[in-house]
């Protein structure tokens, strides 16, 4: 049983994985990108080293199927619908979360894996079981009905916007997850899918008497992020949008605070996005999945311009901001207890470098 909430981000270069282990014992992965590259971690062997011996994983949520988020996970996982992908070394998924376009889509993938994670999917969504989908756009209705399925026979199975997440109950599990992202939101009686792309959570973490809000934002885009403020203020879901931890969206790149002016020294965002950064509480952490940050202007993220702007709110809330390859082959390990965060960077089996603490308000 784990003594205190732990949040781990794996050092990919510009690919994500995080595992959540709660307090409890339940475990979250958040995607699964084995790279290969020889500046990252052997992810497989640390995630098993970090599993404890687990066999399973409670949940694991896979934000969009774009490789950097997927790579491997063909490899890794248990799939149920295929003998090939079963075997006694494989991990296995007790629930499995997706963005509905991860159901639906049928173009090529840039990875193997993305193919095989649409097929286990679609498997256990016609099991109705064992699985969640994100959103409720207009081909997934349409996808249910070829399968001769209903939305209505397989809502458990589906998560719309603007809710909890039923998987598990603060009360009990210490954890609350709040979707924010793919939404779909009416235009006359049509339902229109306005991004499909990535799972954008919000994760409410409970330590005693503290209360930890964490943002999950993926590869969410400034459109995107501008929507989920946009619905959240609509339906009075602020707090929602609070944070203590946030997962900085795509990799540190300027596309997601402005999508047309990078700017030349900085990144100036949206009025939403700004909103956005400005809920940050005292002592925020904002975590880069991404290499290091350049001196010069790049193409490809990590953009130089928009870590100043994540500088900024740093600065102005006392905070700190962690790229995962800072430090080379170092996980980044965010420990919560009700006494506030601890910050360490260790290597597979080393002991832990102590970064830093810091302990928000009770409550």
């Not at 599993?51 to 491997?72: N, R, T």
């Not at 193997?112 to 207009?138: C, D, H, I, M, N």
């Not at 994540?310 to 790229?323: A, F, H, K, R």
Request: one cysteine or more; hydrophobic letters at 35%; glycine letters at 6%.
């Amino acid at each position: 049983m784990f003594v205190m909430t732990k949040l781990i981000f794996y050092p990919l270069n510009n690919a994500d994985c995080c595992l959540v282990k709660l307090n409890g014992g339940k475990t979250i992965l958040y995607d699964y990108a084995n790279t290969g590259s020889e500046e990252a971690c052997d992810l497989p062997e640390w995630l098993k080293a970090d599993l404890d011996g687990k066999e399973e994983i409670d949940v694991v949520a896979f934000s969009h199927s774009d490789q950097d988020h997927v790579k491997g996970a063909k490899d890794f996982f248990y799939m149920e619908w295929a003998t090939k992908y079963q075997s006694d070394d494989r991990i296995k998924i007790k629930e499995l979360w997706v963005p509905a376009d991860m159901i639906t889509e049928r173009h090529p993938y840039e990875d193997e894996s993305a193919r095989v994670l649409r097929e286990e999917a679609r498997y256990r969504l016609k099991q109705g079981t064992g699985v969640k989908v994100f959103s409720r756009p207009g081909r997934l209705e349409d996808w249910l009905k070829a399968n001769g399925l209903t939305v209505e026979s397989r809502a458990s199975c589906i998560v719309n916007a603007g809710n909890i997440i039923n998987t598990f109950n603060l009360a009990s599990d210490g954890i609350e997850i709040f979707a924010h992202a793919p939404f779909s939101m009416m235009d006359g009686e049509e339902v229109i899918d306005k991004n499909t792309n990535s799972l954008v959570h919000h994760l409410r973490i409970e330590e005693g008497l503290t209360t930890f809000d964490v943002l999950m934002c993926a590869d969410a885009v400034q459109s995107t992020l501008d929507g989920i403020v946009t619905q959240t203020k609509k339906y009075r879901n602020e707090d929602r949008l609070a944070w203590d931890i946030m997962k900085v969206a795509h990799h540190c790149s300027s596309k997601s605070l402005n999508d047309t002016e990078k700017g030349q020294d900085e990144t100036e965002p949206s009025e939403n996005i700004k909103w956005l950064l400005e809920q940050a509480k005292d002592k925020a952490v904002q975590v880069m999945t991404c290499k290091r940050i350049p001196d010069e202007d790049t193409d490809q993220p990590p953009h130089k311009q928009a870590h100043k702007t994540y500088v900024n709110t740093s600065t102005q809330v006392g905070g700190e901001i962690l790229v995962t390859m800072d430090k080379h082959l170092k996980r980044t390990v965010i420990e919560l207890d009700e006494c506030g965060y601890v910050i360490k960077r260790n290597e597979l089996g080393a002991a832990a470098i102590l970064t830093s603490t810091a302990a928000p308000k009770v409550g």
